[in-house]
């Protein structure tokens, strides 16, 4: 054993929040392990492995590494090596490559606020090895594609439009997954010239680099401007930072029965025992989660893929039964194979996290007393919804419609941008932020306005997520929606709108209205005596 790598051993035993240990079918977690060293994604992604769940192997760089020198890497060779064995594939071979996720993982869910690294591993050496590996070479385009911009965008600082500007320089107004082989492989080669260009350097072709830097980049963007604004938005502390999950790729682009999503047990919006689950056949994860895309709800898929969806069904149960709550999971399907690649206790609406909280306690999946500390503070100002009245028993005629990520309504002039919403906050108006996007770097935006209306995006995106936390009226996907940001003004449905016009958006029914409409508050009575009867009972 060389003396770095004793001197990594002699950290460890000193500092349990200093931990490199692996997660997979076999890997065992020792005893100083807990959320806080390993973080909440790596911690939950060893129960479920425990649990017998599909999930892919992986090792963890623990939270006690976050903001400090950049770790050596002969800290994770030896799990890397196992990760090498369990999958028969080597990191940086050029036949039978091993290509590797790198994502954060806080001791706290912070929902997109940080970097995550898809395909570390790809270069002009291991990408035939790709395709003799999977016979596929629209997958491995597609992946090397996507690891030029995400690298760039994460390790570079590069600014992603220019990435996008590439890849609608090739795509037009097509769909980017139905591209071909030949389509992406341009893709790439332009975006190798964006990266130098931008970069004032070639894109890195060494592997051990690549890893070694997107780990950095992951470690660094605990301190980034989004990450900072989340916490002190939830007054959360600094310590003791991330952790770095590094796991086996799956591929969700490999075409046929292959696809990403991110799906919630439950609504969480209203509690009710149903699914949600928003999935992109021929994608990789980030183009659900990431708020540029348009996906495919549930219905969906059950349509297309019933035996996966049976599937799927079965996994969430065991999920619920293992974590004791609703969960919001990410996964990815490979030809066919189910795999999880995180979970964690789903943000939710006061509204839901009383029904979710009750409902859970019924079925003997939770204690009383864990469902009255989970209710603990929703009384009737709480749980108050905000409906639509319509005027005289005239039906109000609606603008569009777009798929609604958190209910209630909103009426409030429109604002296009940050300085535009605290303007107009500051001049005590409700504001209704209108973006193209829904992104999480639009986090001090929308803590400040009223509601979110997007014109691309899904309701499980990681921004949409946020919104719903802090109780938003949001409203994603409108696909009647333009917006000029030049001439700061938008059309829906047709109808020509500016910044400051009023415009209501009624996140229960998933509709959009000209004008500010009138509103009432709306107390659910039957959830408000079940809360009362579980309070009043015997504990």
Known sequence: MSPQSESHRDVEERDPLRLVLSIGAGATLPEEASPTSLGFKAWNLARMAAMGLPVPPAFVIGTGWCGREAPDPCLWQQALQRLERESGLGFGDARRPLLLSVRSGAPVSMPGMMDTLLDIGLTEATLPGLVRLTGNPRLAWDAYRRLIAGYGEAVAAIDGRHFEADLDAVRGDGDEHELDFAALRDIAKRHLATYAREAGEAFPQDPQVQLRAAIAAVFTSWYGDKARAYRELYELPASPGTAVTVQRMVFGNAGGMSGAGVGFTR??????????????????????????????????????????????????????????????????????????????????????????????????????????????????????????????????????????????????????????????????????????????????????????????????????????????????????LTIDEADRSLSIGGLALQEGDPLTLDGNEGALYAGAAQVREQVPQDLLERLERLRHEPH
């Not at 969430?316 to 030809?335: H, S, Y």
């Not at 990520?405 to 005590?428: H, T």
């Not at 193209?436 to 997520?465: F, M, Y």
Request: aromatic share 4%; glycine share 8%.
């Open 267 to 480: 609504d969480p919006s209203s509690g009710e025992p149903s699914p949600w689950v928003d999935f992109l056949f021929n994608a990789q994860g980030e183009d659900v989660v990431s708020g540029r895309r348009r996906v495919q709800s549930h219905e969906e898929l059950a349509a297309v893929a019933p035996q996966f969806w049976e599937t799927l069904l079965e996994t969430m149960a065991r999920l619920e039964q293992g974590f004791g709550d609703m969960q919001d999971f990410e996964f990815t399907v490979q030809d066919g194979q189910l795999y999880l690649l995180q979970t964690r206790d789903g943000k939710r609406t006061p509204q839901a996290a009383a029904r979710i909280a009750l409902d859970l306690c019924d079925q003997g999946l939770i204690p009383q007393r864990i469902a009255l500390e989970r209710t603990r503070g929703l009384d009737a100002r709480a749980l108050a919804v905000r409906r639509l009245v319509s005027e005289a028993g005239r039906p109000v005629e609606s603008l569009a419609r777009a798929t609604s990520a958190a209910g209630g309504v909103v009426c409030g002039e429109i604002a296009l941008d940050e300085a535009q919403v605290r303007a107009r906050k500051e001049a005590g108006a409700s504001v209704v932020l209108v973006r193209r996007d829904a992104e999480t770097r639009d986090l001090p935006a929308l803590h400040l306005a009223d509601g979110l209306l997007t014109q691309r995006g899904a309701r499980t995106s990681h921004a949409a997520v946020v919104a719903r936390q802090l109780g938003k009226v949001c409203l994603v996907g409108c696909d009647s």
